[in-house]
């Protein structure tokens, strides 16, 4: 089965070609991605008008990408797979369009796809992959959640963000330090040139027993920080800054996923999301899994951010899975807000 993914969902244009037979491992036979990073710089952040006609002007000729690069024709295609949610409403419509009319013109099926889904399974397309059921830390620039996976959709929620998700502090914390848009990879960059201990920063919710997540307060006492040190701050406050802040995010990530591996009883955790490609959350959560015999699992690191091999994916596996079989009716519609926990096994 190849399953052709459009992913459209905020500010990058993914389109992916990937085949997974029956008893097989997945494999991505083409992926092309093009970012709007530095059409919203300007603005500090996505201009969801911007995003929705840069999207319009770039799929057709990723998809051409895509389908070159693997060798495929549009006949070879089985199932045209799309973000349906949740992400910016403009957006999500242009790749659902595209999606849902160009599988009934091949005469196939078309299916909307959970974006969230799509970022916890794309550690399958790595090496080992995972195995279920496992413990998911979902770390993307809107959410921070911790799942139980049983399996395909079988999807347990054991903590959420209260606030400010972890991608949200990053960028955030970023914009006050005048590191620009986007602005987590700047800050991490930063932060290798800091001392983390510079500054005490607080670890919201990290002694509260449960597996929630709050960034809210971490965010005003960088603030605060930010406000005393006044406008000329020098380059190395600005580097230390940057590390005590990338240390509280990591330090209750890593406490938060441990935990729920020691209370699930799973030996296996999977990463997925943006945040996920942090070398410093990586290698804290490398050590901690360790201790307690866990294995961790990641996506590619090009698979990281938002992208179509994971929604090809998801699509793929709810197909084989049997939990979906698609559309032939070209009607569609998309879920700006749907959290996972809504996603129906059907």
């Given at each position: ?140 620039g809107g959410h921070t959640q911790l ?59 990290l002694g509260s027993g449960d597996l ?135």
């Amino acid at each position: 089965m190849k399953v052709l993914g459009f992913e459209t969902s905020c500010d990058e244009t993914g389109v992916a070609l990937v085949e997974l037979e029956p008893g097989g491992a997945p494999r991505l036979l083409g992926e092309a991605l093009h970012t709007q990073a530095r059409l919203h710089e300007a603005y500090g952040g996505v201009v969801p008008e911007l995003a929705s006609r840069d999207h319009i002007r770039r799929v057709l000729p990723l998809a051409r990408q895509v389908l070159a690069q693997s060798g495929a024709a549009l006949g070879d295609i089985d199932l045209v797979a799309y973000t349906r949610g949740p992400g910016l409403a403009g957006a999500l419509l242009v790749g659902a369009g595209v999606a849902v009319a160009l599988a009934a013109a091949l005469g196939r099926p078309a299916l909307g796809v959970h974006h969230l889904e799509g970022h916890l399974l794309s550690p399958f397309l790595a090496a080992p992959a995972p195995v279920f059921p496992f413990v998911a830390l979902l770390v993307s620039g809107g959410h921070t959640q911790l799942m139980r996976v049983a399996g395909v959709g079988r999807y347990e929620l054991l903590g959420d963000t209260l606030d400010d998700a972890a991608g949200e502090a990053f960028d955030k914390t970023a914009k006050l330090l005048g590191l620009g848009y986007p602005g987590g990879p700047a800050l991490a960059r930063l932060a290798d040139f800091g001392d983390e201990t510079a500054y005490a920063l607080p670890r919201p919710l990290l002694g509260s027993g449960d597996l929630d997540f709050s960034f809210a307060g971490l965010k005003t006492a960088v603030l605060t920080q930010v406000r005393r040190l006044g406008p000329n701050v020098c380059e190395q406050n600005r580097a230390d800054l940057a590390a005590a802040t990338q240390a509280a995010i990591v330090d209750v990530l890593v406490a938060k996923a441990l935990r729920a591996l020691e209370r699930t009883g799973l030996a296996r955790l999977v990463v997925a999301g943006g945040v996920g490609a942090n070398l410093r959350l990586r290698e804290r959560l490398d050590a901690g899994a360790a201790r307690l015999g866990a294995q961790v699992h990641y996506p590619p690191p090009a698979l990281c951010t938002d992208n179509g091999a994971m929604i090809a994916l998801a699509g793929a596996m709810r197909v084989a899975g049997g939990l979906a079989r698609g559309t032939r009716e070209g009607a569609f519609d998309v879920r700006p807000r749907w959290p996972l926990a809504d996603l129906a096994a059907a």
